[in-house]
């Protein structure tokens, strides 16, 4: 793969043929089964009785899947290429999800987390380096959909939790039906050609280290990545229990409710193509750290529910270009390195996934979850701060 110029050519419009919808459907397939975590999480809780602490073992196991795949898995795809490794991507995911839903106590559901973050990240080092090679120019409006797609499987997930838990089924329901939507899209990429990294079309622009290495403003993108999934993830974790706890709605509510957070998140990224022809990636960025901070504080602080409820949507919206739109600045700087640079990003994912909504779980036990929480706008102060100095990193 030849490395372009660092300025890219102005994108064109977007092209979304056969392999970019498997790309989107896969990354959301991923995208349900790990968010979904965090509306079973009440179910869990009382189910096993577990504590705070216990109960986030959860997402810490798949986060720990993810810190794994992220140092071993750019090899996996480099040997078996992209599509072996999104189909056992899936495959694994669908598997671990069963773990969960026949899990008899918390250590078999605590595996079958891990189980999922472990083949699953697969999915996640592929898909955004295929979309950023498939679509050159137009990167980041391919990889900022992508998410944005997700998130209506993130959406799906929250729903499917509440609505049938409310009719009478159980959690693992929606589970469930995680399981067999991943069966169906294993059969759908059975006729998807997935070109590897040699004989995609485009070359991504950008500058990678010497030998291999990833340049020194990686590594604050890096950073940022880790502050930026650390927010996120941990809403996603904890805002039904926060509702439901703290905000005193039912727990079935609860889980809907903080769907408003997953919505935001699914407007922000769908409107990616809009935004990005306005503004620059890193305005966008710095804008999105600008909307998510007082946004927070008008769902933490809030006596009315309506409007908590419409801080957790700003909240949403705010979070949604931060991971794709730092992801893909990381990629462009990795230069012919790409899937080593997501593979390292996903690194970043899981430590953060394992780290800060552990984090947030261990303060609630000991001062309460709403004093914990309100920790969260911290990591997006970091994160501007990575991103200013990977900027500069950039220009020099």
């Not at 392999?19 to 989107?24: G, R």
């Not at 090679?133 to 409006?141: E, F, L, M």
């Not at 001062?367 to 990575?386: D, H, K, N, R, Y």
Request: a positive charge.
């Amino acid at each position: 793969m030849t490395i372009a110029s660092r300025t890219p050519p102005a994108p064109t419009a977007i092209r979304r043929d056969r392999l970019t919808w498997a790309a989107y459907l896969a990354l959301a397939q991923f995208t349900f089964f790990l968010n979904i975590q965090g509306n079973i999480i009440p179910f869990l809780k009382d189910e096993f009785d577990l504590s705070y602490r216990v109960v986030t073992l959860h997402p810490a196991a798949v986060a720990a899947g993810l810190i794994v795949s992220g140092l071993f898995g750019e090899r996996l795809t480099r040997r078996y290429g992209r599509l072996w490794s999104v189909m056992v991507g899936l495959a694994g995911m669908a598997v671990g999800a069963l773990a969960i839903i026949a899990a008899p106590n918390p250590v078999v559901s605590i595996l079958g987390c891990f189980l999922m973050g472990t083949v699953g990240c697969l999915v996640l080092i592929v898909v955004p380096t295929l979309l950023a090679d498939w679509h050159g120019a137009n990167r980041s409006v391919a990889i900022g959909e992508a998410n944005g797609i997700s998130y209506v499987a993130s959406l799906t997930a929250a729903m499917a939790v509440g609505l049938f838990v409310a009719i009478g089924l159980s959690w693992r329901a929606a589970l469930l039906l995680g399981v067999v939507l991943a069966g169906l899209l294993l059969l759908f990429l059975r006729g998807v050609p997935m070109p590897d990294a040699a004989a995609t079309p485009v070359a991504v622009p950008g500058e990678a280290g010497r030998g291999g290495r990833l340049p020194t403003a990686y590594w604050f993108y890096w950073l940022a990545i880790m502050a930026f999934v650390g927010v996120e993830q941990s809403v996603l974790v904890w805002a039904t229990e926060f509702l439901a706890r703290v905000k005193g709605v039912p727990v079935a509510s609860a889980a809907v409710t903080a769907g408003a957070f997953s919505l935001g998140m699914l407007v922000g990224r769908l409107s990616s193509a809009v935004v990005l022809t306005r503004i620059t990636s890193a305005r966008a960025l710095y804008l999105s750290a600008i909307i998510t901070v007082p946004a927070f504080f008008v769902f933490w602080g809030s006596p009315s529910l309506p409007i908590a409820v419409i801080g957790l949507f700003a909240v949403g919206l705010g979070c949604a270009l931060q991971y794709p739109l730092t992801l893909t600045k990381a990629i462009v700087i990795a230069g012919p390195f790409g899937e080593l640079a997501t593979a390292r990003a996903s690194l970043a994912s899981g430590l953060s996934i394992l780290i800060v909504p552990w984090a947030i779980g261990a303060l609630a036990d000991h001062m309460g979850l709403s004093a914990a929480i309100s920790m969260l706008p911290l990591f997006t102060v970091a994160a501007v701060v990575f991103l200013f100095v990977g900027e500069r990193a950039v220009r020099r």
